[in-house]
Nanobody, 117 residues
Framework: VQLVESGGGLVRPGGSLRLSCVAS????????IRWYRQVPGSGLERELV??????????SVADSVKGRFTISRDNEKNTAYLQMNNLKPEDTANYFC?????????WGKGTLVTVAS
């Protein structure tokens, strides 16, 4: 199983980024995908940002990003997305995607998002 995130970078406050998570090694359409974030070097736990079911029939985002972030997926491409709009400095973090096929948790290596002027 592999999860590979991309799309991070440096963006100014108010800007947008779209993160991608390409999955392999399991039947992607069956399993939900979650996006987490963690502030580098903070020692804080990873924060759940968004989640989506395997068939995309249900999704949710954290209150801290509601109205700004949207999660989606393309099962034909084995890819999940996190569209992030109106980014704020407090959104600066490493963003990770997560899946739990067969009851086993897998993580990508993350992609760094830095929001700064």
């Amino acid at each position: 199983v592999q999860l590979v995130e991309s799309g991070g970078g440096l963006v100014r406050p108010g800007g947008s980024l779209r993160l991608s998570c390409v999955a392999s090694g399991f039947v992607f359409r069956i399993y939900g995908i979650r996006w987490y974030r963690q502030v580098p070097g903070s020692g804080l736990e990873r924060e759940l940002v968004a989640s989506i079911t395997g068939d995309a029939s249900d999704s949710s985002v954290a209150d801290s990003v509601k109205g700004r972030f949207t999660i989606s997926r393309d099962n034909e491409k084995n890819t999940a997305y996190l569209q992030m709009n109106n980014l704020k400095p407090e959104d600066t973090a490493n963003y990770f995607c997560n899946a739990v096929p067969w009851g086993q948790e897998y993580w990508g290596k993350g992609t760094l998002v830095t929001v700064a002027s």
